[in-house]
């Protein structure tokens, strides 16, 4: 009588039972966006942007600090268009950097006080600023090593200077204005006449006045 060995068999069932089952690998779970009505932090939806912003600093026209934060904030829609604006602009080595974005209405009346200027400064009685919609940023462009490209005049720059329309332009700066301006209008921005830093979002007339602390981000 021929005896099978079943030696073989029974390593094969050992090595088996001892592998141990693969773990599945976790998801990473991403935090949600933060949205307080319609907006959102800037940096939630692109980093690479760079942030100063001059009103919650001595660093602006009036000398004093205009309101009391370091988040900026936009409609999530502006916000998703600067993204894609800021995408392009990085393709060039640049990048944006925003000195103002939302602004709320108190601060809207601060500026009007110093400023009472429409051309300027929006009446905060007759509808104020699109920034106090979210809708409005006011940027430059800064270069690989964080330079800001020559412009038009510094920000805030109540004068003919600011404007993007003049034709007294060094070809340098001609040049780095005709890349901002292509771009931005390319994805839904338009430029003012009066201040060439100050681009307002193309559906900016559907969003309405808001009140939201930016503090909120900050804690």
Not at 71 to 78: A, G, Q, V, Y
Request: glycine residues 6%; neutral net charge.
């Amino acid at each position: 009588m021929r005896v099978r060995s079943f030696g073989p068999i029974l390593l094969l069932l050992t090595f088996y039972h001892c592998q141990k089952p693969p773990v599945p690998k976790l998801e990473e779970v991403k935090p949600s966006l933060k949205i307080e009505k319609g907006l959102v932090n800037i940096k939630d939806i692109d980093p690479n942007i760079e942030i100063d912003l001059r009103y919650s600093t001595r660093e602006n026209f009036t000398g004093f600090v205009i309101y009391p934060f370091q988040t900026c904030l936009l409609r999530k829609e502006t916000a998703e268009k600067l993204k894609a604006a800021n995408s392009e602009f990085q393709s060039y080595g640049y990048r944006i950097k925003i000195w103002d974005g939302y602004r709320p209405p108190y601060a809207q009346k601060i500026l009007w006080e110093k400023v009472p200027n429409p051309r300027y400064v929006g009446n905060p009685t007759k509808g104020g600023s699109v920034h106090n919609r979210g809708g409005a940023v006011d940027l430059t462009l800064i270069d690989s090593e964080g330079n800001e490209l020559e412009m038009p005049s510094a920000y805030d720059e109540f004068t003919y200077k600011a404007s993007p329309f003049r034709k007294d332009l060094e070809p340098t700066v001609s040049k780095n204005l005709e890349v901002l301006v292509g771009i931005l209008t390319k994805h839904g921005f338009k430029q003012i006449s009066s201040e060439w830093w100050h681009y307002n979002d193309g559906d900016a007339k559907v969003y309405p006045l808001v009140e939201v602390d930016p503090k909120l981000w900050e804690k």
